[in-house]
T-cell receptor, first 113, second 117 residues
Framework: DTEVTQTPKHLVMGMTNKKSLKCEQH?????MYWYKQKAKKPPELMFVYSYEKLSINESVPSRFSPECPNSSLLNLHLHALQPEDSALYLC????????????FGSGTQLSVL | AQTVTQSQPEMSVQEAETVTLSCTYDTSENNYYLFWYKQPPSRQMILVIR??????QNATENRFSVNFQKAAKSFSLKISDSQLGDTAMYFC??????????????FGKGTHLIIQP
């Protein structure tokens, strides 16, 4: 199994809603990443988890709250988002935080109304 | 901080032609990795090819090859015998080899490659 699975594929939410994005991998990878990608732009790193601990937070607003409950699962909890947060959210994993080969999921397309 | 520059926002070639995508980067580090990722309309990021900075030999993967010029900080991608399925956004990316910390990828702005039938 060489897949990174993200759910849901599409999400529409209001600014007062609370929702969560889910990312799962069963490759034994110990580093997991969240990226945000706006249309026609490159992905931007948001968070890095290494061995289930948050190691990088790229100054992301607190309305985005990551969680890594175990080595296979990465969540991104969303609360009080703004319309400008609408984007594709990509999850990735790698064998370790020092291993350069990242495997990406197909993303969650988020629309905030 | 590292920067990655792709100077060609869009390119279009005929099927079966050879095309070269340009990428330059800026870093003060000596140990790092360079990548080309492909993002088709499905939006999934697919690794095309990677290069370790300490290796002088250019990486090759089937129809894809790179021209890595470390002194010039240049990393171009050549696609031979281009196919319709190569139509995608191509991102050049950089990762520092920090040897112990966690680092993500720094991406260039991308080149939209269109293969015409």
């Amino acid at each position: 199994d060489t897949e990174v699975t993200q759910t849901p594929k599409h999400l529409v939410m209001g600014m007062t809603n609370k929702k969560s994005l889910k990312c799962e991998q069963h490759m034994g990878h110990r580093a997991m990443y969240w990226y945000k990608q706006k249309a026609k732009k490159p992905p931007e790193l948001m968070f890095v988890y290494s061995y289930e601990k948050l190691s990088i937070n790229e100054s992301v607003p607190s309305r985005f709250s990551p969680e890594c409950p175990n080595s296979s699962l990465l969540n991104l909890h969303l609360h009080a988002l703004q319309p400008e947060d609408s984007a594709l959210y990509l999850c990735a994993s790698s064998f370790s935080a020092t291993n350069e080969k990242l495997f990406f999921g197909s993303g969650t397309q988020l629309s905030v109304l | 901080a590292q920067t990655v520059t792709q100077s060609q926002p869009e390119m279009s070639v005929q099927e079966a032609e050879t095309v070269t995508l340009s990428c330059t980067y800026d870093t003060s580090e000596n140990n790092y990795y360079l990548f080309w990722y492909k993002q088709p309309p499905s939006r999934q990021m697919i690794l095309v090819i990677r290069q370790e900075a300490y290796k002088q030999q250019n990486a090759t993967e089937n129809r894809f090859s790179v021209n890595f010029q470390k002194a010039a900080k240049s990393f171009s991608l050549k696609i031979s015998d281009s196919q319709l399925g190569d139509t995608a956004m191509y991102f050049c990316a950089f990762m520092q080899d920090s040897g112990g910390g966690a680092d993500g990828l720094t991406f260039g702005k991308g080149t939209h490659l269109i293969i015409q039938p």
